[in-house]
């Protein structure tokens, strides 16, 4: 009759091994994901981003040490009263006690190596980043210019379909960083997009320099788009009938 009376309490310490591996496994696709985010915002340049996702990265690690050191404890609690029937409260404070006790290793966990793969890459691109802002002090100017290059650019040649739907814009916003301009309703949706498929979000315009994240919080009103677009299409017929008439 033993092996019986123990069977409720066989089947409570297999359900708490089911749950710490749960938690495990839960913590290996947030690590995949975190692997994941890190690569675009390092693509993006996001270093305020990065810098805050590497508390994310501590904390994931730390509980991961910990639910390796529940297992332990659970393993060692159920050598223990395995074969005699115990009260509920009596196993609580024992695992309690084996938790105090456990003897962890140094490398507890199942996913500390890919965590720290991850803060070692997520380290090298702030190093990265921080060494070239140091290198970068003079050059802003260049860089100034460049931008605004491409800001002639955009507004000497506009097209009045969206980038990214190919359809006629109708509430145009504009890239503050690049000055590309788009669809309000088409970026938007396009963001959400990337977001729900992970992928790399920017912007949709071919050979635009611009790697930053693309951001609704980027976007700003284009009013003066429709006249800008009407300027263009009056200067181009004044330069097909002037090549014309020679």
Avoid at 50 to 77: K, S
Avoid at 101 to 108: F, H, I, M, Y
Avoid at 162 to 179: A, L
Avoid at 206 to 215: D, F, I, S
């Amino acid at each position: 009759m033993a092996p019986f009376l123990c069977l409720p309490q066989k089947l409570r310490m297999a359900g708490e091994r089911v749950k710490i591996f749960d938690l495990f496994n839960d913590i290996e696709d947030a690590v995949d994901r975190s692997n994941q985010l890190v690569e675009m915002l390092i693509s993006g340049g996001q270093r305020d981003q990065l810098e805050q996702f590497d508390g994310i990265l501590g904390r994931l690690a730390e509980l991961d040490r910990n639910l390796d050191v529940d297992i332990r404890t659970v393993d060692d609690t159920f050598r223990q009263f395995g074969t005699v029937e115990t009260e509920k409260r009596v196993l609580a404070k024992q695992f309690s006690e084996n938790r105090k006790n456990v003897q962890v290793p140094a490398n507890a966990g199942r996913s500390q190596p890919n965590i720290a793969a991850i803060r070692k890459k997520l380290e090298a691109a702030l190093k990265s980043a921080m060494d070239g802002t140091a290198q970068n002090d003079g050059g802003d100017q260049l860089q100034g210019e460049e931008e605004e290059e491409d800001m002639q650019f955009t507004e000497n040649v506009l097209s009045a379909k969206d980038p990214i739907t190919k359809r006629d814009i109708k509430d145009p916003v504009k890239n503050s960083i690049c000055g590309h301009i788009y669809d309000r309703q088409a970026v938007h949706a396009f963001i959400e997009e990337c977001r729900e498929r992970r992928q790399l979000c920017q912007c949709p315009v071919q050979l635009c320099r611009n790697k930053k994240l693309l951001q609704m919080a980027q976007m700003v009103p284009c009013p003066d788009f429709f006249k800008m677009i009407q300027r263009q299409r009056r200067s181009m017929s004044r330069g097909v009938g002037s090549s014309q008439g020679h």
